[in-house]
């Protein structure tokens, strides 16, 4: 069953050499109890390691069941241990916070035995020496003699071929010894155990063999056996510890020491706090920009004009001239930059019909700008009289504040066009940002609004050209304003045709005032909803574009307009025009029913990436020319304040990640602290059949449990100690929940904090993996 053939083992400490084993063989039956005498140093413990597995020799063989060992592997002697051999030490080795079934099972744990198996094979061999009432147990509760017991379960767990005993009573009382030594007999009529002990009263009491040794040789053996050739019927199964199995031996070690684990995972998460309260404070600034952005810029609209710079190709030439010229002694007269960077946006039907079918839950308003005349009189004491509106200077907008107005305000009255809202079932724009002073919201386009600003002013010439003589600081009452009427005169009765072929306003009389038109009822006052709110319309007349649309179809075949479409001088005052000129004379006219421009209004922050994506799709494939420009003055200036909070950010975790790293060696340290006190526990891994990479998995288990455990710990106590930054900051600063927590980063650090410490205690680890089993089981 089992052979030693020439078997030689020598230990070089410096110049001496030590024969341990000299050219040793002898062979063992399948069923005996072979007790190994001799004095200390004689090599007895060395024949026991060899055979073990737990020391290789360096010349011979070993033969188990008809096969050679001489060209097995590290995994090969590893899964010899756990399959083949059980070892009960003279200090039994038992793994002090593993319960009693836990010791038992340990080396099946590397077997991959089911756990229910395990259990079950477990309580047999604790059943079988006397132990069952103690399973839950731990070894620290036992006598000497209880865990003499629980080390021989452990080693008949497996149901090994060979039993090896180093000593087994030499640390127990004389009556406990003789209760063992009863054991280990009975179990020798199963199985071949070989025992090595200094007494040779128990070995000739107990024994059915003796073998004395000395010098590393064998000087007698009472019962020798010559083996025959046998047929090789060894079979392997390999080890190995699985990761569950590994945390879970990991972490009952990491809890009997609590006190110790807490201080430790403290001290790992110091980095991982720093770097959790810079995050939070980072994410609740950006967060309170974020919210004052999404109030005070989120409706800034994105405008579209007929004419717009390309904020590129002036960052492009600006780029290109850097790089300072020579003094040649003269300078150059150039075409303006912006001029160069003008772009035309050509508007057609077919982008108007794009714009409208932008997606409400994006965009819900959209302004169409048109530079239509209105035609307006009112009565004031029977008495008729021109209102003069200024239109939309939409061709000036993004020169002038074309986010606050739509309109700029001349000598005349101020109007403006307010957006049109896509989806009728959500809430109009004016609802959205406008407080009704008094009145009731228009529903029809002929429907007017007066727009103060948030102080109730309105400019005075707007409300002396409706007909109220006011100096500044005079005040109107509302209803001196609501329920005022307008009329919109077509252009057909507007204006006359002189016999020099030019056109001029007709007297404004009773016939005008009630000639073919639209009349129109001033509904409501509003101003801006609060102090923060955006005067998105100007001071003034407010109407909307379905009045607009309803003014061109009225007038777009009119007299006028077909003469000026003919004629290439202005039909209102006789002036030569080019094509352009003659173009926004027609506009002026309502002869052109496109929009000359729009203004797209997001409906929150978010939702202007998708509408500016969704107006990037228009461009996509298309030459420069026939692109349509946009401009958005919230991305510039969103983009740098980001840019600088993140900027701060980065600065303040390259500091905190010091702390990180210092944690992450620490680790390592603890690690390796760790790998010291359990070299016993790891020798007895390796006896019971753990690879390198068992007991590598082990500690890495442990680190992994500890990165965990200081990863949660340092977010934890990040997030508590926001609440004090947050009281801190609220006194100083005003600003309420400056540092908020994001779940992400914390989802991040934990994971950071885990890799980290298993890169810290990785080392260690390797370190604990190649540990001699032989020499760690002889440590203490």
Not at 34 to 47: D, E, H, I, Q, R
Not at 379 to 384: A, E, T
Not at 433 to 440: I, V
């Amino acid at each position: 069953m089992l052979q030693l053939q020439n078997l030689s083992k020598s230990y070089h400490v410096g110049d001496t050499i030590t024969h341990a084993l000299d050219d040793v063989s002898i062979s063992f039956r399948k069923q005996e109890f072979v007790a190994v005498l001799g004095p200390s140093g004689s090599g007895k413990t060395t024949l026991l390691n060899v055979i073990g597995g737990l020391d290789r020799y360096d010349r011979g063989d070993l033969i188990i069941n008809g096969k050679s060992t001489q060209d097995f592997s590290d995994t090969d002697w590893d899964a010899y241990r756990n399959n083949s051999v059980g070892f009960v030490f003279q200090n039994y080795n038992l793994i002090s916070h593993l319960s009693i079934i836990a010791n038992v099972e340990l080396g099946m744990n590397l077997s991959g035995i089911p756990a229910k198996q395990r259990n079950e094979r477990a309580m047999d061999a604790l059943t079988k020496v006397g132990l069952k009432d103690q399973v839950n147990k731990r070894p620290s509760q036992l006598s000497g003699g209880q865990m003499q017991r629980v080390a021989i379960a452990r080693a008949l767990a497996n149901n090994p071929d060979i039993l090896l005993c180093d000593e087994p009573t030499g640390a127990l009382d004389s009556q406990t010894s003789e209760q063992i030594m009863q054991l280990i007999k009975e179990l020798s009529k199963e199985r071949l155990v070989i025992m090595v002990t200094h007494n040779q009263e128990i070995a000739q009491k107990y024994a059915t063999r003796i073998v004395n040794f000395k010098d590393g040789k064998i000087l007698n053996d009472s019962r020798p056996y010559e083996q025959t050739e046998q047929e090789d019927t060894f079979k392997l199964k390999r080890t190995k510890m699985s990761y569950w199995n590994a945390i879970k031996l990991s972490f009952t070690n990491i809890m009997s020491k609590k006190g110790r684990t807490a201080l430790t995972a403290f001290a790992a998460s110091i980095g991982i706090i720093s770097i959790a309260v810079v995050l939070a404070i980072s994410n609740g600034f950006q967060k309170q920009i974020d919210m004052t952005m999404s109030k005070s810029l989120a409706k800034y609209p994105v405008i579209i004009n007929e004419s717009i710079s390309d904020v590129n190709a002036v960052t492009s030439q600006q780029s290109s001239s850097d790089k300072m010229a020579k003094n040649h002694g003269y300078i150059k007269a150039e075409k303006d930059k912006m001029a160069q960077s003008l772009h035309v946006n050509k508007i057609t039907p077919q982008y108007t019909k794009y714009i409208n079918k932008m997606n409400p839950d994006d965009a819900n308003n959209i302004s169409y700008q048109r530079g239509t005349n209105l035609n307006l009189l009112t009565k004031n004491n029977h008495k008729i009289e021109r209102v003069i509106f200024s239109p939309n200077d939409t061709h000036n907008a993004q020169n002038s504040d074309a986010v606050r107005a739509q309109a700029i305000n001349f000598t005349g009255v101020g109007t403006s066009v307010f957006p049109t809202t896509l989806n009728t079932n959500k809430q109009t724009f004016l609802k959205q940002n406008y407080q009704l002073l008094s009145g009731s919201w228009p529903k029809k386009p002929t429907d007017l609004v007066m727009v103060a600003d948030n102080q109730n002013t309105v400019n005075i010439n707007c409300l002396k050209n409706l007909g109220y003589n006011l100096k500044i600081g005079d005040k109107v009452n509302f209803k001196r304003l609501l329920g005022k009427k307008f009329k919109i005169v077509n252009n057909d009765n507007y204006y006359e045709k002189t016999p020099t072929g030019l056109f001029v306003p007709k007297p404004a009389d009773q016939e005008m005032y009630h000639s073919n038109g639209i009349t129109l009822h001033l509904k409501a006052v509003i101003r801006p909803k609060d102090e923060n709110s955006m005067s998105l319309l100007a001071d003034g007349i407010a109407y909307s574009d379905e009045l607009a649309k309803q003014i061109i179809k009225a007038n777009q075949n009119s007299e006028i307009v077909k003469a000026q479409k003919k004629s290439k001088h202005n039909v209102l005052n006789g002036q030569t025009v080019n094509s352009y000129g003659r173009k926004r004379v027609i506009e002026s006219l309502g002869g052109v029913s496109l929009p000359t421009g729009f203004m797209i209004y997001p409906n929150d922050f978010k939702a202007k990436d998708r509408v500016l994506d969704y107006l990037n799709n228009w461009n996509a494939g298309k030459p420069k020319e026939e692109r349509i420009i946009y401009s958005d003055m919230s991305s510039a200036v969103t983009s740098m304040t980001g840019g600088i909070i993140n900027g701060i950010t980065y600065v303040l975790i390259a500091f905190a990640a010091i702390a990180l790293i210092t944690s992450m060696i620490m680790i390592g340290i603890l690690t390796y602290t760790s790998v010291l006190e359990r070299t016993k526990e790891i020798g007895v891994l390796k006896a019971l059949g753990a690879r390198k990479k068992d007991i590598t998995r082990v500690f890495d288990a442990e680190t992994f449990i500890l990165g965990i455990f200081s990863g949660v710990l340092g977010v934890t106590i990040a997030y508590l100690l926001s609440f004090p930054i947050n009281s801190v900051f609220v006194k100083v600063t005003g600003l309420a929940n400056v540092a908020q927590p994001n779940p992400l980063h914390i989802l991040i650090l934990i994971i950071v904090s885990t890799i980290l410490t298993l890169i810290g205690g990785h080392i260690p680890a390797r370190i604990a993996a190649k540990k001699d089993a032989a020499i760690a089981l002889r440590s203490e």
